[in-house]
């Protein structure tokens, strides 16, 4: 098992320009989360999607946040156009509705952003 | 938004000794989970305790869950310079399957 695969692993970039994080979960989960982790706001849940299905979005900051999960296999944060105050680790998981497996959530090692 | 408040902030313990975090929480949940980060990398979950359990072991991890106080706390026993790392609690919501992750507990083992 490969576990969940994040790409780019750095991203620095100025802002204004557009920014695509990639996650490919664990193959079988059917679950797959979006964090956020920042100094000063800690781990934030942006959008989870369940069967391909965004489920809850109402973390996503503003419009300039976009999500999408074209398949079981792959998912992209994008954000367009990029700020500074959106430099963070952004983590990827994912986890399935398997017995006593149900809640565990595994995470990608995460994308290291820094809009300048 | 974060939901937990882990006390301490940071703990400085040497090894062999026992490390003990808490996590308080506001809302009804379905479980609370812990979860360990090393610096720089991803999250990795450690123990899962149900609201309708009270204490779970895991080698040597001890957790206990007291709804009515809406607390936790993980005592991590005969501490080694490996585990060094930052502990979040993480709880999910009745009726929800995203977690929502407190400030974590940054733990320094000294060797």
């Known amino acids: 098992d490969a576990g969940v695969i994040q790409s780019p692993r750095h991203e620095v970039t100025e802002m204004g320009q557009e920014v695509t994080l990639r996650c490919k979960p664990i193959?079988?989960?059917?679950?797959l989360f979006w964090y956020r982790q920042t100094m000063m706001r800690g781990l934030e849940l942006l959008i989870y999607f369940n069967n391909n299905v965004p489920i809850d979005d109402s973390g996503m900051p503003e419009d300039r946040f976009s999500a999408k999960m074209p398949n079981a296999s792959f998912s992209t944060l994008k954000i367009q156009p990029s700020e500074p105050r959106d430099s963070a680790v952004y983590f990827c998981?994912?986890?399935?509705?398997?017995?006593?497996?149900?809640?565990?959530?595994?995470f990608g090692p995460g994308t290291r952003l820094t809009v300048t | 938004s974060q939901q937990g408040e882990e006390d301490p902030q940071a703990l400085s313990i040497q090894e062999g000794e026992n490390a003990t975090m808490n996590c308080s929480y506001k809302?009804?949940?379905?479980?609370l989970q812990w979860y360990r980060q090393n610096s720089g990398r991803g999250l990795v979950h450690l123990i899962l305790i149900r609201s309708n359990e009270r204490e779970k072991h895991s080698g040597r991890l001890r957790v206990t869950l007291d709804t009515s106080k809406k607390s936790s706390s993980l005592l991590i026993t005969a501490s080694r310079a490996a585990d060094t790392a930052s502990y979040f609690c993480a709880t999910m919501d009745t009726g929800r399957r995203a977690l929502t992750f407190g400030s974590g507990t940054r733990l320094q083992v000294q060797p």
């Open positions: 998981a994912s986890n399935t509705a398997r017995p006593k497996r149900f809640y565990e959530q595994y």
């Open positions: 193959s079988g989960h059917n679950s």
């Open positions: 809302t009804s949940i379905n479980n």
